[in-house]
């Protein structure tokens, strides 16, 4: 009997879900209650929130309800059944790809969508195809399975369209009741975290707090509101800018000013190196020890070398490209998105290749082996004032020597050279070499060798081959400037562009760093942003590696001065490494800070040399204040396009229009002709000869033999 009661029961149930599922309100409800599930699933599993106590574990819990309640309630206001139906899906399955493209965009930057970045995804989607694909994971189907079952089910009728009409007054009390929701929600994270709408948290704490959906909506008002900024901009808010820049400015160290002066300037691009890298050993499986980067190393050591051991990459989501603009404008990137792909293309810069032109008559080449548009690099680059600009299409790139990033190194350094050789001295060149990237598993068989790290983690057990691919393929081309008669009248600038192995990926690094992952907190994560720094003169006697914490904002400025031209006359935030006036405090784009004596990490205080944790973390406010200045000033620059007003006699503005990349080879060698004898390019140099023959290039086992 009671089993006959216990069926009936299950019956009953059965019958009133099917009853109403079958309603709009139901099936709405059913959707709100597999995105909360899926929300919940991602914030556990692919988002690191930083959880603390029960009260943000209940926020967490409930946060996705409210706006998956108040957009799917939108199809209520509907009166036709079917466009109805159709219009929840759509409206389910745009919420459901926004959570998705926000897991994928975290797996590889450790950071949320932007609206900045999705209105400039068409700027580097054709680079990421391939590593998007390492980015998925089995369990991605979860997100998308239901996607497939309801067509099917709707087919088969199984979910009948009901024809019941939602009346208006039912339909604004749903919305009234997800704005209720809300409210509660915004009450309770105000509670946790007080001034969450008003202050600069990170993205992390908006998320946590309240859920993508509200993210996104606020992130997308703040971009309108910057872009509101840059409408409105006028020369009179330049004022507080100059007023700063002449306060800021950090005077030379007279001994170096002019110490590289009238020597081409060469930058070397040493893909996601990070500074733990110089000197490192990996041991293989039988014990042995296995230097990394034996060149680079050398460079670091060598007493024509100004190396530094503190210095920092300050990029945020523009990566590589946010590095180019900081070391090229003294100016930080944005905090959204990759300021090369919001505003390159509009903005107007002070950047290096126009100043040396203008002032030292330096000739400029960026060279790249990927395509011109990735990033925007086509565009910007002829703002900064590049007149040449290398990029896939002068290169032989197939299958073979290539991956999705662009060309392999060792082919694109040796490729470069026929271009490079025709470039008027002194130049201004650099090179961005691709192969150490993300996901670090790309190397051709003659390259592969060097053995495997052997952590859980197959990025970080990949990542030290290709950088010691990364390293032969600079010590070839290095030793072709030699050859070639270049090397002796250059200063070479090594650096890295921002890390290799994300935050999220630090404590599985640490046991191979010596470290415990247990005690590992944010004074070690802030550490890990180290990058390498070179300036390698050759002929110099008094190198040596220096202490001075400084970051990628402070190149150039310090560059400028030992060429010889004082950075005063620009617009640059940063200031010269070598100043005994120099700030210590480094500023990152998310508003933390390293200095010698303090370390600041979302939200957490540390006393750097030591990695304790501080509770009281008033005595280092003057330290977020100049932090917040230095970056506030970087904003009124770039949203406001104020340099557009910036008068300088030293600098004309650079035209866009003046610029093509297109022939650019029999462009230089027009050059070449036209000057003659007065020519000074490499290839005119050499009477007349290529120098590509002096170019030698070696497989991983024949730099093994060599050792």
Known sequence: MHTIYTEAGVSRLKNKWNKFINTRVGLVSLLVLLLWLKSVFAYFVEFDLGIDNALQYFILLINPLASSLLILSFS?????????????FVLYALQLVLLFANIMYYREFTDFLTVNTILGVGNVSGGLGGSALQLLHGRDLLYFVDLLVFPVLFWRKKIPISTKKIRGRHALSLSVLALLLFSGNLFLAETSRTGLLTRNFSRN?????????????????????????????SPNELVEVQDYLTDHFAQPDSELFGLAEGKNVIYIHLESTQQFVIDYKLKDDAGVEHEVMPFVNSIYHDKSTFSFENFYHQVSAGKTSDAETL???????????????????KNTFYAAPAILNQTKGYSSAAFHGNAGNFWNRNETYKRFGYENFFDASYYDVNEENSFQYGLHDKPFFQQSVPYLEHLQQPFYAKFIAVSNHYPYAQLTDEDAGFPMATTEDKTINGYFATENYLDQSVEEFV????????????????????????????KTLAGLLDQDAETWNGANQAEMQKVPLMFHIPGLETGGIQSTYGGQVDVLPTLLHLLGINSQDYPLLGQDLFSPDHNQTVAFRNGDFVSPEYTSHRGSLYQTQTKELLADTSVADSLKEVVTTQLAMSDKINNGDLLRFYSNDQLASVNPADFSYKNSLERLKQEEADLAEQSRSIYSQNSGQSTVSLYETKTFQEYESRE
């Open 205 to 233: 704490y908006l998320v946590k707090y309240l859920g993508v959906n509200v993210y996104t909506l606020l992130d997308g008002i703040q971009t309108y509101n910057t872009y509101q900024v840059r409408a409105e901009a």
């Open 327 to 345: 070391l090229e404008t003294s100016l930080f990137g944005l905090s959204q998105g990759s300021l090369f792909s919001q505003l390159g293309d």
């Open 479 to 506: 030793n072709y400037l030699k050859e070639s008669g270049v090397y002796e009248n250059s200063i070479l600038v090594f650096y890295g562009d921002h890390y290799g192995i994300s935050e999220s990926r630090n």
């Open 76 to 88: 209520f206001y509907i009166r036709r059944e079917k466009l109805a139906y159709v219009s929840a």
